[in-house]
């Protein structure tokens, strides 16, 4: 095999090996899990097995011109070239990055990097494993732990981090933002009534209907119960109360079939709230529920403004 034949960037002279024992050394190195390389100090490779060969994609005798980087999406090769600058001033360097030229697909793979000196010059040797796998769990792990299971919205958590990283970008530019705060009306009546099944339909009904009024910008999380936030980012006060009165006609139009026949729908009391110089989230967020409870007191199936008369 050729992958252990010394190449014109190698001077270390391991090509002087028998070729039995260059045979061996190759089965061992090929045997090693994931791939396994030795560069020199621009990232070409020297010595490979088999798995980093078939990961570049090149013939042998053109390994010795392909660098490390290529295998490397476009995106993550700043990382692995600091991850290689690393190990050659300090010896040692680890990263994850995911690879380019993969059969099935963007795949990530743990890489590590060590400087070895010989014969004068420095090399790396490295080894790289798939834990695609693990990287998929994990960000599964992070969307459940940022994600409402029921609605497949923003949970409570999550929309409040949101909310302070908008509410920040708001403040530095000086643009108009605003909160709506949503509760469906009497809602406990259809889980009495029809069930938690069904009252469980409803909600994701509410869900899709405001999805298709909302922007990509805006954000839509559940707060908890029959509660919702809708954050509308680029928005003033008299959009916001215009969004909010779509979002109130829609879902008062909506319905749910009953496994029994017929349909059941509900109504929703919103209160609108725009940010103010020097607010933090928690300031809109009041101000958005006191608006709220305004519309339940006058009514219900309303939209109030924060700054109403109705709201005490």
Known sequence: ??????S????????????????FLQAVVDAIPGTFYVLDADGFFVRWN????????????????????????????????RMMSEAMAKGYAESEARSAREADGIRWRFLTARRVDIAGRAYIVGTGLDVTERRELEQE???????????????????????????????????????????????????????????DLTLQ???????????EVDVFGRLGGEEFGIMLPETDSEQAVQVADRVRQAIAEASVR????????VTASIGVATYSPDDDVDAVLSRADRALYAAKRSGRDRVSMEGDSRIS
């Open 1 to 6: 095999m050729k992958r252990l034949k010394q």
């Open 8 to 23: 014109h960037k190698d001077p270390a002279g391991a090509g002087a090996m028998a070729p039995e024992d260059n045979a």
């Open 50 to 81: 088999r798995a980093t060969q078939e990961l570049i994609g090149v013939a042998d005798e053109h390994m010795p011109r392909a660098n490390v980087l290529e295998a490397i999406c476009d995106e993550d090769r700043p990382l692995i070239a």
């Open 141 to 199: 792990l992070e969307r459940q732990a940022r994600t409402d299971f029921l609605t497949g919205i923003a949970n409570r958590r999550h929309f409040l981090d949101l909310a302070d990283q908008e509410l920040a970008r708001t403040r530095r530019y000086g643009r108009p933002f605003s909160m709506l705060m949503l509760d469906l009306d009497m809602f406990k009546n259809v889980n009495d009534r029809y069930g938690h099944r069904v009252g």
């Open 205 to 215: 009904k509410v869900v899709d209907v405001c999805k298709q009024i909302l922007r």
């Open 258 to 265: 009953l496994p029994q026949g017929g349909s059941v729908g």
